[in-house]
């Protein structure tokens, strides 16, 4: 069902609404201070109940 919303969300030109429940403040900070060699994992998964509980 994501993977349907997803495609949806990128015909639509929404793609920033279908992310948005993902987004954390201060990312933009985060990402600036990538060199391109990192990853991030996120645990508990960012679109589980535990995660959303954190809010």
């Known amino acids: 069902m994501w993977l ?3 495609l ?4 639509d ?3 920033g609404q279908f992310y948005e ?3 954390w403040r201060g990312r933009e900070a ?4 990538d060199d391109g060699n990192q990853v991030y994992s ?3 998964f960012l679109w589980s109940k535990e995660c959303k ?3």
């Open 21 to 23: 429940g993902f987004r």
């Open 42 to 44: 996120f645990v508990p």
């Open 53 to 55: 509980a954190l809010g």
């Open 30 to 33: 985060d990402a600036a201070a």
């Open 13 to 15: 030109g929404n793609l």
């Open 8 to 11: 949806q969300q990128t015909q």
């Open 4 to 6: 349907y919303r997803l």
